[in-house]
């Protein structure tokens, strides 16, 4: 029997917040994977870098900021950096929780560029928070700049755009490695977004959501799933009347009946649902889970999570 080829979209909760909590929580997330594997996975990973591109951009704009001779680091510039440290870390904890249960694999991490549209209308209106908190003269000063600022709970953030993927410029090496067996991190915070200019391609200021990327990931490497790795066993919809509901399964038209229900926050749940619905939709028996990290495996083999198909 064939293996089962997966795609794993690894969430927030994988990663921590800071240096020391990632290097101790993706140990967690390798435990998970590792289990897919003994479970005659092929596995293919993206991840969030919600927390580590906003840490990076705002060390390196206040770097520099404050030293004369260098330069504020553009945002393309700081995905890259969070893909190659989150999966220097993420790889190589995978490599050694393998080799501890005697199974030989190579863990790869792609830097992996997404070409978006420079006419997206995500770039005229910006969603996405990144960086630190901010007070009102510092949200002023970063306003004068010519950049987006938007309210938030604990004060100001910058916000940035977040346009669709169009292509996967590395696909083709994700999916040499994929079929040769190999265990690949690649597209991580939904990727590195470029615009292609002749035969140049040249970062975009922007963040692209890193479940649209995972799902056309799932797409180009035909899947059989996409794994969405959460905080939550099951999806849970919290309702306007205050009431709430856990669910197993979703068919697509649940799905899309939730999607324009209006109960999906843009920054929460909804990018997730969209991207599994639009995984689902172009191929057959495909199927795609949310569940919690530790039951990845028992999602997997459709004990747990919810379903949607």
């Known amino acids: 029997m064939a293996n089962r080829k997966v795609v794993v979209a690894l969430g927030r909760n994988a990663f921590g917040k800071s240096l020391p909590e ?9 435990c998970a994977i590792a289990d897919l594997v003994e479970a005659h996975c092929d596995v293919v990973i993206t991840h969030s870098n919600g927390t580590q591109v906003g840490m990076l951009h705002t060390a390196m704009t206040e770097f520099g900021e404050k030293h004369e001779g260098f330069t504020v680091a553009p945002m393309s510039v700081c995905s890259a ?7 220097f870390d993420l790889q190589n904890e995978i490599r050694t929780e393998l080799l501890n249960r005697g199974i030989f694999k190579t863990v790869s991490t ?3 560029q997404v070409k978006v549209d420079p006419f997206d209308s995500a770039f005229n209106k910006p969603i996405k928070t990144i960086g630190r908190i901010m007070n009102e003269e510092e949200a002023e000063i970063e306003r004068k700049k010519g950049h987006t600022v938007v309210p938030v709970e604990q004060g100001y953030q910058r916000a940035i755009a977040s346009p669709s993927p169009i292509e996967i410029y590395e696909i083709d090496a994700i ?3 994929a079929n040769a067996g190999q265990v690949v991190i690649a597209a991580g915070g939904g990727g590195i977004p470029v615009l292609e200019q002749g035969t140049q391609l040249k970062g975009a200021s922007a963040v692209i959501e890193k479940d649209a990327t995972a799902a056309k990931l799932a797409h ?3 899947a059989d799933m996409l794994l969405f790795l959460t905080g939550s066993e099951k999806l849970t919809i919290e309702y306007e009347n205050g009431t709430t509901s856990t669910l197993d399964t979703l068919t697509l038209s649940d799905a899309h009946e939730l999607i324009d229900s209006g109960n999906l926050s843009v ?3 909804l990018p997730k649902i969209t991207a599994a619905t639009n995984f689902v939709s172009t191929g057959e028996y495909r199927k795609a889970i949310i569940t919690s990290l530790d039951k990845a495996k028992d999602g997997v083999d459709g004990k747990t999570g919810t379903v949607i198909r």
């Open 220 to 222: 180009e490497l035909n």
């Open 110 to 112: 792609i830097i992996t």
């Open 267 to 269: 920054q929460g749940l």
């Open 22 to 30: 990632q290097k101790q929580a993706v140990k967690h997330a390798a």
């Open 175 to 177: 999916r040499l490695l």
């Open 81 to 87: 950096m969070s893909q190659g440290y989150i999966g």
